[in-house]
């Protein structure tokens, strides 16, 4: 079984910065890509950022120049640093990785249970 659990969320105010962390534990052979989505009520979850087992980035324009994610495979977690909040990114936050159970088996994807980031005017 395979846990993602995440940690750093909060209430900050506009141009304030906070460090959200993902650690992921159970029993696995290697974690493929991590990610961190956000959901704000009545929107549908989107793709944040995301990093492949290689250090490779994604994210969406939204937060390009304020939010950086980044991993320690040692660790098996993925941080998502995230600088000048703004109001629009309130939301709950989500850790996202797809995991090998086994070395011969396909990736599964996995879900952490959220956490609140509230930004203030």
């Known amino acids: 079984q395979v846990q993602l659990l995440e940690s750093g969320g909060g209430l900050v105010q506009a141009g304030g910065s906070l460090r959200l962390s993902c650690a992921a534990s159970?029993?696995?052979?290697?974690?493929?890509?991590m990610g961190w989505y956000r959901q704000a009520p009545g929107n549908e979850r989107e793709l944040v950022a995301s990093?492949?087992?290689?250090?490779?980035?994604n994210s969406a324009d939204s937060v390009k120049g304020r939010f950086t994610i980044s991993r320690d495979n040692a660790k098996n977690t993925v941080y998502l640093q995230m600088n000048s909040l703004k109001p629009e990114d309130t939301a709950v936050y989500y850790c996202?990785?797809?995991?090998?159970?086994?070395?011969?088996?396909?990736?599964?994807?996995?879900w952490g249970q959220g956490t609140q980031v509230t930004v203030s005017s």
């Open positions: 996202n990785a797809d995991v090998r159970l086994y070395s011969y088996s396909t990736a599964r994807n996995y």
């Open positions: 990093i492949t087992s290689g250090g490779s980035t």
């Open positions: 159970g029993m696995f052979f290697r974690i493929n890509d």
